[in-house]
């Protein structure tokens, strides 16, 4: 069974910077497309950044330019850098496949905020 780990979650300030962490079990790794989604309350879990297989990446418009997603297959680790971070950046961040084919994890809480 796949399990999904994510961490680097905090407060931070508006315009500064947090490195989130993915780590998966299983051999599936290598072969998925992966993906940072995030939910706020009231809303529907939205898609922020994916990476395929073959490290193509993808953005929602909200973080095309200050996000950047990337991926290690020797750890089966999966990271998203934020930068420039803004207070509609605060969410819970999940990682799973696009599209979605695992359990969720507990995710891990970003909060921009003075």
């Known amino acids: 069974q796949v399990q999904l780990v994510e961490s680097g979650g905090g407060l931070v300030q508006p315009g500064r910077s947090l490195k989130l962490s993915c780590a998966a079990s299983g051999s599936m790794f290598r072969t998925n497309t992966m993906a940072w989604y995030r939910q706020t309350p009231g809303k529907e879990r939205e898609l922020v950044a994916s990476?395929?297989?073959?490290?193509?990446?993808g953005y929602a418009r909200s973080v095309r330019g200050r996000f950047i997603i990337s991926r290690d297959n020797n750890k089966n680790t999966m990271y998203l850098q934020m930068n420039s971070l803004k207070p509609e950046d605060t969410a819970v961040y999940y990682c799973?496949?696009?599209?979605?084919?695992?359990?969720w994890g507990q995710g891990t809480q970003v909060t921009v905020s003075f």
């Open positions: 990476l395929s297989s073959i490290n193509i990446p």
């Open positions: 799973n496949t696009s599209p979605v084919k695992f359990d």
